[in-house]
C-alpha cells in the first residue's frame, strides 16, 4: 500500500505550484491541467463549495491524469450499472440472476476500492468550507509544494493518510 501526504492552505490562499509535472516530475513542463474538485459532503450541491484549479503538467501526463480522475470518479456508478445491465441479461436465462448480479457488483465494487488503496492518485484536490487539502502520492513533490506556499500547515504536519 502506498502513502499519500496531505497538506493544506485556507481556501482564500491560491496554491502555488513547484514548476514540475505532478505527474511525472519533468522541470518545466509545457503544459497546465484545470482540474475541478467537487464538494459533495452533506448539505453541499455538486458546484457548491466547489473549487477548480490549474497545476503544472506535461501534455502527455494531463492525458492519464484526466482519465484516472474520470475513472475513479465513475467507476463505482459504472459497475452498477454493469451489475443491472447482468441482471437484464440473464434474468430470462436464469432463477439465479439476481444473486449473480449483486455478487458481480459487489466483487467489482470490491476490487475498484482496493486499486484505490493500493494505487491512489498522484495527486488530488478536497475542498472543505475553510481550507483544501492537497494530496500527494510523491513525498518529494508534497515537499516542494510545502517549500513555496508558506501558509501551508506547519512543519510537521506533513502526515500520511
Ligand atoms: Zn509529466
Not at 505550484?17 to 505532478?22: G, K, L, M
Not at 456508478?77 to 436465462?93: D, M, R, S, T
Not at 476500492?113 to 502520492?137: C, K, Q
Request: hydrophobic share 45%; charged share 15%.
Amino acid at each position: 500500500m502506498k502513502r499519500t501526504l496531505s497538506l493544506t492552505l485556507p481556501r482564500e490562499v491560491a496554491p502555488v505550484f513547484p514548476d514540475w509535472c505532478i505527474v511525472c516530475g519533468r522541470e518545466h513542463p509545457d503544459h497546465r491541467a484545470s482540474l475541478f474538485a467537487a464538494e459533495m459532503r452533506r448539505g453541499h450541491s455538486f458546484f457548491s463549495g466547489s473549487y477548480s484549479l490549474q497545476v503544472p503538467c506535461c501534455t502527455g501526463c494531463a492525458f492519464s491524469l484526466h482519465a484516472r480522475r474520470i475513472i475513479s470518479g465513475w467507476a463505482p456508478l459504472l459497475i452498477v450499472i454493469c451489475g443491472l445491465a447482468l441482471f437484464v441479461a440473464i434474468e430470462p436465462k436464469t432463477k439465479s440472476a439476481g444473486p449473480i448480479a449483486w455478487f458481480t457488483g459487489a466483487f467489482g465494487i470490491i476490487a475498484f476500492v482496493v486499486w484505490r488503496v493500493a494505487f491512489p492518485p498522484l495527486f488530488s484536490v478536497e475542498p472543505h468550507d475553510t481550507f483544501i487539502v492537497y494530496e500527494f502520492r510523491d513525498v518529494a513533490m508534497a515537499e516542494g509544494f510545502r517549500r513555496v506556499n508558506p501558509r501551508c500547515d506547519a512543519p510537521g504536519s506533513l502526515t500520511s493518510a
